[in-house]
């Protein structure tokens, strides 16, 4: 996709991200999308390895004003994408496919991905959610969700660790799902757990 920088830093410039993933999925390729804001710009600043990790993200979307505001101050008129209206944009578009429907929710307290998975399976009863495991658990059950997440193969894997650990996490564990759209996604589980 085209993009400018911001810093140092790769932003994508797609008129439908939802839409852009879905179609690079048919294709069989696997996407990391970071939904960036300016506390991790100023992390990637002091950091190496994030600072890496924006370099190679698939998609970066501009979720944070700070960015928009860098942008205009470059001469760059982008719209804003916030990371949650993006990831529900993501679940809508997906549970009109039959093909990219499969969907796991990674992350938060203890039930509240169980929450998040009910009311987006109500909302939208084609979406297939595969499975869900919170955020806070020890390894054991780190190397089961590993295993399940390898049988499973979800379509889209969403992580809600909080930065920058989801993202090192994709990193990691990308490999397992290697067609899969992985997210990382901040608060938005207890958002929409409400
Ligand atoms: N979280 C988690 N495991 C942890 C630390 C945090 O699952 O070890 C979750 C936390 O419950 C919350 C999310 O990660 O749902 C982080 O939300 P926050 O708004 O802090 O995200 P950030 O703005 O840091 O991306």
Redesign the pocket.
Known sequence: PAKVSVFSYPLHLVDNAPEWLLMQQRSGRGQHVVTLNS?MVMLAERTPRFAELLRQADLVIPDGSGVILYLKLHGLSVKRQPGIEFAEALLKLASESDHHNRVFFY???PG?AETVAERWQAKLPNLKVVGVE???HDANTEAELIRRLERLQPNIIFV????P??EYWIQDHRHVCPTAIWV?V??S??IWAG
Not at 160 to 163: K, Q, S, T
């Open positions: 506390e992350g938060a307290a509240v919170s955020g806070y809600a660790l909080g930065v650990r989801q990382g901040g608060g589980f207890d």
